[in-house]
């Protein structure tokens, strides 16, 4: 199980599109996520995806706007981002849990089951 490596943030106006992608070798039957943290506010859960079951959880303020996908071929987990607005902007940051086992959705998007943890990459909205 290697860390994970994201990529794919940058700076877009609101109503925009981004997609992360998060490269994560060996969690073929474990939980995904990304997490964001803005300066001065806590990190936060965004989406999950377990990557044997294919389910996924999502904040509500992403839902509708967001999507978390996997190519397990490649090992990477994708967060498709649409319709972005000013308050998405902060590190987005990609996770792996060692461990497969079930979860709420509240547990999936808590930063507790996730032992391994990517840099992070930028992502900015602004007109």
């Known amino acids: 199980q290697g860390q994970p490596v994201e990529s794919g943030g940058g700076s877009v106006q609101p109503g925009g599109s981004l997609r992360l992608s998060c490269e994560a070798s060996g969690y073929t039957h474990s939980y995904v996520a990304w997490f964001r943290q803005a300066p001065g506010k806590e990190r936060e859960g965004v989406a999950a995806?377990?990557?044997?079951?294919?389910?996924?959880y999502y904040t509500d303020s992403v839902k509708g706007r967001f999507t978390i996908s996997q190519d397990n071929a490649k090992n990477t987990v994708y967060l498709q981002m649409n319709s972005l607005k000013p308050e998405d902007t902060a590190m987005y940051y990609c996770a792996a849990a060692p461990r497969g086992g079930p979860m709420t959705a509240k547990q999936a998007l808590s930063v507790r089951p996730y032992n391994y943890w990517g840099q992070g990459t930028q992502v900015t909205v602004s007109s």
């Open positions: 995806i377990h990557t044997g079951a294919g389910f996924t």
